[in-house]
């Protein structure tokens, strides 16, 4: 059975695209191939942001790297929700848009609520 993600070239086509949303909040993309490492198992660099209006980065998705305070000072892909940072099991491309996105998709319903409160 082949490994081959026939979805990544979706995702390295959105590298470095930025979608706006009627909000005030935007997404940002950043994605190219890299030499396959510890930092880059899949032999791609990947940011996935989502920013307030006032340019605060909201979430973010993105490769392997030293986390600081990690008792096992071992990389992994991971998600940056507010200060947390929470491990990210990356599959494939496909499956990490889809991630991405649901989540951007439950903060903006988030955000939505609060406007209504105000």
Do not use: C
């Not at 071992?74 to 991405?100: C, S, V, W």
């Amino acid at each position: 059975m082949s490994k081959t993600d026939f979805t990544l070239d979706t995702l390295l086509d959105m590298d470095d695209e930025r979608f706006f949303y009627p909000s005030g909040h935007w997404v940002k993309i950043e994605a190219r191939r890299v030499p396959k490492s510890s930092n880059f198992p899949q032999g791609i660099k990947y940011s996935l942001t989502l920013h307030a209006p006032n340019n605060r980065r909201i979430l973010g998705y993105d490769n392997a790297h030293l986390v600081p305070g990690d008792k096992n000072n071992n990389p992994y892909d991971h998600m940056h929700k507010g200060e947390r940072i929470i491990k990210y099991p990356y599959q494939n491309a496909e499956q990490l848009l889809t991630d991405f996105y649901s989540d951007v998709e439950k903060i903006l319903e988030l955000e939505r609520e609060y406007e209504y409160e105000t």
